[in-house]
């Protein structure tokens, strides 16, 4: 994590952030102001993430992405410009994303992620890993861990969406109406009080809250859990563990182009991962396959918007976070916040 100087808000910077201050108040906004990220890749999920951070006004944000533009990214990439097939993806996210707010400090970086030093990381505040492999988000948080760097993850696969978040020991302050005691008269004796809220005023409440590993969380032992247990635990969770195990089997997501053979190994994986997991494979039904190819522009602006917010909140240190995984449900516009940890 980068030792940074007490940001100082100028008169300008005041007036374009004035509605934010007022929403989460003035050091709230000066922690923003001083904080760096890494976003790792930009397809649409990514895109919604640096368009929402860039508008709330983090210091610097880099924008990291070895691949090039493709035709899916027309479905959802709206940084990006048409007629830019072909072009590195961070580059020709870069003029948009900048346009979005001068105040911020825009980068771009053309390497993979994999080939970086993990020192590489230790130059920001908080890193956000998009299209990624699962080994090398575990070994990130890990190392973001160790080095008090606050970790995220999300990915979007056709209409379904997750983020994860990992900030260790998360210190934060949440904004409360004031409780008061008054007096409620002598019948009911002298000493007798009641509380009572003020609506006009409120007070600041620190709090801490840990977090696991994606790791822990993701080598979760099902088998001695119970069906209660299993039910109440999202089926978007087991449908992420072979959708990242796919990404690992054929180094990409499954792609409508080849949907027969993807759709094959998909149904294999989903009997493979979950009897490792010691669950039964019926807990995803086969009809999951129809909908987790792609990125829905629409799953990325509620996964993005989701996901930028909870990066917001912990570099800003305001309001409780989301602990630790979000799921999005697009088919039933559902999302659920659920704690997944090994015990």
């Given at each position: ?20 201050i ?23 999920l ?12 983090v ?49 771009v ?27 090398v988000?575990v ?31 998360h210190?934060?302050?949440e ?15 002298p ?8 609506p ?7 709090k801490?809250v840990?977090f696991?590993?994606?790791?822990e969380?993701?080598?979760?032992d ?37 949907y027969?053979?993807d759709?094959e ?15 039964k ?19 990325c ?6 996901l930028s917010?909870?990066i917001v909140k ?16 697009g ?13």
């Open positions: 994590m980068v030792e940074n100087e007490e940001a100082v808000i100028s008169e300008e910077e005041a007036a374009q952030y004035d509605r934010q007022r929403l989460w108040g003035l050091e709230a906004q000066k922690r923003l102001r001083g904080s760096r990220v890494l976003l790792v890749g930009m397809k649409g990514g895109a919604e993430v640096a368009k929402n951070l860039i508008l709330a006004g210091k610097a944000l880099t924008l990291l992405d070895h691949q090039q533009t493709t035709p899916d990214d027309a479905r959802s990439q709206f940084l990006i410009p048409t007629g830019s097939l072909g072009r590195n993806r961070a580059e020709a996210s870069l003029e948009r994303a900048q346009n979005l707010n001068p105040m911020v400090e825009v980068k970086d053309t390497e993979n992620i994999k080939d970086k030093p993990q020192e590489f990381l230790t130059q920001y505040d908080a890193v956000c890993l998009t299209c990624c492999p699962r080994d988000m070994r990130t948080d890990h190392f973001c861990r160790t080095h008090n760097i606050k970790f995220f993850a999300g990915d979007i696969f056709g209409y379904h969406g997750y983020m994860f978040a990992d900030l260790g020991e210190e934060f302050v904004e409360k109406q004031k409780v008061v005691k008054v007096g409620t008269g002598d019948e009911d004796g000493k007798t009080k009641k509380v009572k809220i003020d006009n005023e409120t007070t600041m409440i620190k801490t840990n696991c590993h994606l790791k969380a993701l080598e979760v099902w088998s001695n859990e119970k069906d209660a247990s299993l039910k109440r635990t999202p089926s978007d969770y087991f449908l992420l563990q072979v959708l990242l195990k796919f990404r690992t089997v054929k180094a990409r997501d499954p792609c409508p182009d080849s027969a053979d759709s190994l998909l149904l294999q994986l989903r009997n493979d991962v979950l009897d490792s997991l010691g669950v494979s019926d807990l995803l039904t086969d009809e999951f396959i129809s909908s987790c190819f792609s990125e829905l522009a629409p799953v602006a509620v996964v993005g918007g989701v917010q909870e912990a570099l800003s240190q305001r309001d409780p976070p989301h602990n630790n995984f979000f799921f999005f449900d088919l039933k516009s559902v999302g659920i916040v659920d704690c997944i940890v090994s015990q």
